[in-house]
């Protein structure tokens, strides 16, 4: 979906780096999300954000850190990566003014930890 | 704890037919429950929503069922095509809370 980007598209690192995964969005929505899909787990939640003074964490935080830095702009930081870390990231929004949720994705970010 | 179950075994169907996708759930009571469609390397894309009041739901060639009393959903596509090809998400939503997804069932429509 074109109303919601993510940087970098794909990136390779290496173990004990910091990296940070950007996504920005036009969609004028208040909730924000951070994903990570890995094969046969599907899709794990890291981080949301309802507005932009709300973080939570989702069912797997530990490593990752996150920034609302704007309502359109929710980042996801690696403070030191880890090649379990390595994964298909996706950014998505949602509207609280809609219904049931509905989740809007980014392309994805494909990571690579060595 | 909460569970979401799709068959995570492919589903290969002919041209034509109906494929029929299930997704149970246990220790959960949502007020919706959306299907999405993932095509390899790119984010889910939103198909269907159904509520908790709501037996069925279509759209196009889509149908989903929505079993409150089984915790189960079912959804269709009927006369299938290799276009459909993709792996189908099911999640649910109570409420205002976060979305949980179910790992995904891979559909294979052979020509």
């Known amino acids: 979906d074109a109303d919601v980007t993510q940087t970098p598209r794909n990136r390779i690192t290496k173990t004990g780096k910091r990296i940070m995964l950007e996504c920005s969005q036009t969609?004028?929505?208040?909730?924000m999300y951070w994903y990570r899909q890995d094969p046969g787990l599907g899709l794990r939640l890291i981080y949301y954000?309802?507005?932009?003074?709300?973080?939570n964490k989702g069912e797997i935080s530990d490593g990752y850190s996150v920034s609302r830095q704007a309502q359109a702009k929710f980042s996801l930081s690696l403070e030191s990566a880890i090649p379990n870390q390595t994964a298909l990231y996706f950014c998505?929004?949602?509207?609280?003014?809609?219904?049931?949720?509905?989740?809007?994705f980014g392309p994805g970010t494909r990571l690579l930890v060595l | 704890s909460q569970k979401i179950e799709q068959n995570s075994e492919a589903l290969n169907i002919q041209e034509g037919k109906t494929a029929t996708l299930t997704c149970n759930y246990t220790?959960?009571?949502?007020?919706?429950l959306q299907w999405y469609r993932q095509d390899p390397g790119r984010g889910p894309v939103f198909l269907l929503l159904i509520r908790e009041n709501e037996k069925e739901k279509r759209k196009e060639r889509l149908k989903v069922t929505f079993d409150t009393t089984l915790k189960q959903s079912l959804f269709h596509i009927t006369a299938s095509q290799p276009a459909d090809s993709a792996t189908y998400l099911c999640?649910?939503?109570?409420?205002?809370?976060?979305?949980?997804f179910g790992t995904g069932t891979k559909l294979q429509v052979i020509p």
């Open positions: 220790n959960y009571s949502p007020a919706y």
């Open positions: 998505a929004t949602s509207d609280s003014r809609g219904t049931g949720e509905t989740q809007y």
């Open positions: 999640a649910l939503a109570g409420g205002y809370q976060k979305v949980t």
């Open positions: 954000s309802f507005d932009v003074k709300d973080i």
């Open positions: 969609k004028g929505h208040d909730r």
